[in-house]
């Protein structure tokens, strides 16, 4: 009995989940689980997958005034979650758009759902009020988790897309984040927020991601 206690305290250390800040130095983790998704489906509409260094300013200019979230299995990025711009004019500045992507390897793991939760709480604290999630159809587990999130269905946009030799229809979802008060101010930059303050969510999120690796 010891050594099957053991064994599995052993296996338990080898799996150690993290769910963190992204930096430019994942740029790499986090190409090798968007590329084949920019080559093989329409979840995504770009055509060509980006260099490391282009992955790299898309982190920098994100995580200066968004959230960019990575969760890592024994420091091997397998999922991540980010949030951007929905529109540039200055009146859609209390709205973002938000993105998810696991591994293939761990998918069906809730590593996207747990991810979504400290992303949305970050938002929250940012002051945005509403999230659009923009989802290329048909993408059942995408509807699923969404819809698992709170989000709600409200629009399609059919033929919007045209890629892999097919035109493509988009979903949207939108997740109400905060109350529409009168005379809002302007959503904090991420680098204002203390991140520290969500270490608990994230370690409640970590515990969920490692519950469903055994």
């Not at 930059?189 to 969920?208: G, I, M, P, W, Y």
Request: one cysteine or more; glycine letters at 4%; a neutral charge.
């Amino acid at each position: 009995s010891f050594l099957i206690l053991e064994s599995f305290l052993f296996f338990k250390c080898m799996n150690t989940v993290s769910i963190r800040k992204a930096t430019v130095a994942d740029a790499q983790g986090i190409l090798e689980i968007y590329a084949p998704h920019v080559v093989n489906s329409a979840c995504t509409f770009e055509s060509q997958v980006p260099t490391i260094n282009e992955m790299e300013e898309r982190i920098k200019k994100i995580i200066a005034v968004k959230p960019w979230l990575i969760c890592t299995i024994n420091e091997k990025v397998v999922g991540y979650v980010y949030a951007s711009v929905y529109r540039e004019r200055a009146a859609y500045q209390w709205n973002c758009e938000c993105s998810v992507y696991t591994h293939t390897d761990y998918s069906g793991k809730g590593i996207g759902y747990q991810l979504y939760k400290v992303l949305f709480s970050i938002l929250k604290k940012q002051g945005y009020r509403n999230m659009y999630a923009v989802i290329s159809l048909p993408n059942e587990a995408s509807v699923k988790l969404h819809e698992r999130c709170g989000f709600e269905y409200f629009a399609t946009y059919d033929n919007v897309g045209y890629k892999l030799g097919e035109w493509i229809k988009v979903g949207w979802w939108r997740l109400k984040l905060n109350e529409y008060d009168p005379e809002p101010a302007p959503p904090l930059l991420f680098s204002e927020v203390d991140f520290d303050s969500f270490r608990n969510l994230c370690k409640t999120a970590e515990a969920q991601v490692s519950k469903h690796l055994y």
